[in-house]
């Protein structure tokens, strides 16, 4: 699997977050799981713009990057299905950067 890590894709195995990194350590950071189904992101926008208010609500600063081009690359890197996308972003305190980690997981459809 593919993980988008502080500005790079990087495999599952070479994906590391230091133990003195202030969101590990005190818990303080935003997520948004985001679910596709097929090539189509659910909700994309609104999941993106909630994830910037509680980023805002908190002090965290999410980097600015083209975030639905790297949904979609997660995507292309992953296999494209039914998915689901949790970006986080965790807070350094007061520091000019935030740990960003994007990962993936495969969710079944529901029986009909």
Do not use: C
């Amino acid at each position: 699997m593919w993980i988008y890590l502080n500005d790079r894709f990087v495999q599952e195995e070479e994906a590391q977050v230091s133990v003195f990194d202030h969101g590990f350590l005190y818990g303080d950071g935003v997520y948004e799981t985001i679910r596709s189904y097929g090539e189509k992101i659910f909700m994309r926008d609104q999941h993106l713009a909630r994830l910037r208010r509680s980023a805002d609500a908190i002090g965290v600063t999410i980097p600015k990057r083209d975030w639905p081009s790297l949904l979609h690359e997660s995507m292309e890197r992953n296999g494209v299905g039914t998915m689901a996308r949790t970006p986080t972003f965790a807070s350094p305190f007061r520091a000019a950067w935030a740990t960003s980690v994007w990962t993936r997981r495969y969710v079944p459809r529901p029986r009909s």
